[in-house]
């Protein structure tokens, strides 16, 4: 038949589960004769590389036409001190599927993030499997990361700090806690409502519900330390920007700005050692 099996309800009801030469993938139904065909089976059967620019993502993207529409393939890779060990292997194809189910609740709750086209994976080593995510392509991305290297004049840079601000508020009312979010996965991009910020990889999120006060702060941190590590000395935003940015954010609630302001600063301060750390590190890439 077309490939439709069970699959949990959680997922997008137009996914199909299809088989290609190179493994199992689930598709959206307008993408299922593609994947099945093997269009996409270059990104699941290659060895996976990481990028070689500190800061700006795990891999490096392919760009492709799949059923006539502009996507992006990209293999699943393990980061921190997992990644030079497991690279892009992971028991099971769940990594994948969770990102499906997470960009298809964010979508629905109206938060900016690239529709999924399929996810495949492949068996490797045993129990172990490669991953893939196929996405519907932004229009003009480029990330925070790589903007923060370009002059951009002033009234530009507060607006892309206003719709960043926009999208994690969005992201955590929507009850999403990214636990690795940094600058190489929120991007700015075209879409049918303009311009916007988008977050990708969401491989390292959950939804936990009711965001409190701390998970908002504590992604936040970890924003910041992105922007610490990797982009400070090219761009460092002015007290005002931060806190128009902090304010954005708050939407009003003077509570949580406060606690904002107080708890970010306090965790600036603690980086201190950590910058000489990324000094030293910078000279021996």
Not at 16 to 21: G, K, N, T
Not at 103 to 124: C, D, N
Not at 256 to 281: D, E, I, K, M, Y
Request: aromatic residues 6%.
């Amino acid at each position: 038949g077309d490939g439709l099996r069970s699959l949990p309800r959680d997922l997008p009801p137009d996914c199909l589960e299809v088989r290609s030469a190179a493994g199992a993938w689930i598709a959206r139904r307008e993408c299922a004769p593609a994947i099945q065909r093997g269009e996409a089976d270059f990104i699941l059967s290659g060895p996976g590389a990481r990028h070689s620019a500190a800061g700006s993502g795990r891999g490096p993207l392919a760009r492709f036409t799949l059923a006539g529409l502009p996507a992006v393939g990209k293999r699943a890779l393990h980061g921190g001190l997992l990644g030079p060990l497991l690279g892009g292997m992971y028991l099971g194809r769940r990594r994948a599927v969770d990102q499906l189910r997470a960009a298809a609740r964010l979508a629905a709750a109206g938060v900016p993030t690239p529709e999924i086209l399929a996810v495949g994976s492949r068996p490797v080593a045993g129990l172990f499997c490669a991953q893939v995510i196929v996405a519907r392509e932004i229009a003009g991305a480029r990330n925070l990361h790589d903007l923060a290297g370009e002059r951009l004049a002033g009234a530009r840079r507060r607006e892309i700090l206003e719709k960043t601000a926009g999208l994690l508020r969005a992201m955590h009312d929507a009850g999403f806690l990214h636990a690795d979010l940094n600058l190489a996965n929120l991007v700015l991009g075209g879409g049918p409502a303009g311009e916007r910020v988008w977050v990708v990889d969401l491989e390292r999120g959950r939804f936990a519900g009711q965001v409190t006060a701390g998970g908002r702060i504590r992604v936040l941190a970890r924003l910041l330390r992105s922007c610490e590590k990797w982009v400070a000395k090219r761009l460092r935003l002015t007290p005002r920007e931060e806190v128009r940015f902090l304010r954005i954010y708050a939407r009003g609630d003077r509570i949580l700005l406060r606690q904002l302001v107080t708890r970010l600063s306090r965790f600036r301060r603690r980086l201190g050692a950590r910058r000489l750390s990324w000094w030293l590190l910078s000279f021996v890439r």
